[in-house]
Structure formats: C-alpha cells, structure tokens
C-alpha cells in the first residue's frame, strides 16, 4: 500500500504528465499551422509519450490501492516564435519534469517504498532521454540558424519520428 503522502504525489505527477501532453499538442499544433509537419509530426509524437507515462502512473496508482484523482489542466501556451523558442522551451519544461520525478524519488526513498522507487527508476532514465533529444534539436537549429534549407531539412528529419507505445502496466 502506498502512503497517502505518496499517494498525492504521484496524483500531482499524473496531473503534470497530462499537462505536459497538452503543451506538447498545443505545440504540435502551432508547427502544423505554420506549415511545418515534420516538427508537429515529432511533438505530436511527444503529446502522446506524455499520455503514456501518465498512464503508467495512473496504472501504478491503482495497483498499489492508490485513487487516481484527475485535476483540471491547467492553460498553456499556443504560439512560439521560432521552432528554437519552442524546443527551448521543451529543455526547460524536460528539465522541470526530472526535478518532479527526482523529488518524487526521493520520497519514495523516505518512504521505504521500494517497489515505487522501481517504478520511478524507469521516468529517472526516460527524462534523461527526453532531456537529450530536446538538446540535440537545439543544437542543430542553433547551428541551421535562419537557413530556410536547413530548416526545411530538419523538419523532414523530424516529420520520420514514429510513436512507439510504451508498456503502461
């Protein structure tokens, strides 16, 4: 059984895992709009990630006897200036999301609740990768700068990303 500490922590993550899914469409949008599949097609990819790992959450909660308790999402942006201010952007939130799963590590570290700390272990790594694939993106759009070509070039790059769903147990 899980605490009720952890209990509302992991609902908290839940929460921020969705919103993290509607800042990933609404910028899948905003690319789309602007005529850029490729980069809607690979936040598209990450809107849909996002609802996995709340769902593997979601999952988790239940299995330990905890109640998922769904919270209004909160209002997030719908324009970015540059393809660069939105995978800026997607760092800075990335990085926010390991600093929520680090804490939530730690709680479960606190709570000599080992089984969640395995659970946990798995965001520990994908947030990793999220981080660097988000860096990778800056980096090539810092090095393309306003290269029409290359832009173009790296949003056919992008728009090859396919979903691969995650084990949601």
Excluded: C
């Excluded at 999952?59 to 109640?67: A, K, M, T």
């Excluded at 680090?102 to 080992?114: M, R």
């Excluded at 659970?119 to 800056?138: N, P, S």
């Amino acid at each position: 059984m899980l605490s009720k500490k952890l209990e509302n922590a992991l609902n908290e993550q839940i929460n921020a895992e969705f919103w993290s899914a509607y800042l990933y469409l609404s910028m899948s949008a905003d690319f789309a709009v602007k005529g850029q599949p490729g980069f809607a097609n690979w936040m598209h990819i990450q809107f849909r990630e996002e609802q996995d790992h709340a769902m593997k959450l979601f999952n988790y909660l239940i299995s330990r006897g905890g109640r998922p308790e769904l919270k209004p999402i909160a209002e997030v942006n719908t324009q970015w200036e540059s393809p660069l201010k939105a995978f800026e952007d997607t760092l800075a939130h990335e990085m926010k999301v390991m600093a929520l799963i680090n804490d939530l590590y730690s709680l479960a570290t606190e709570e000599k609740d080992y089984a969640t700390q395995s659970m946990l272990k798995w965001f520990v790594d994908e947030q990793v990768e999220e981080e660097a694939a988000a860096q990778g993106i800056i980096d090539a759009l810092r090095m393309i700068k306003d290269n029409g070509f290359g832009i173009y070039t790296l949003d056919k790059e992008l728009g090859t990303r396919v979903y691969t769903p995650i084990a949601a147990e």
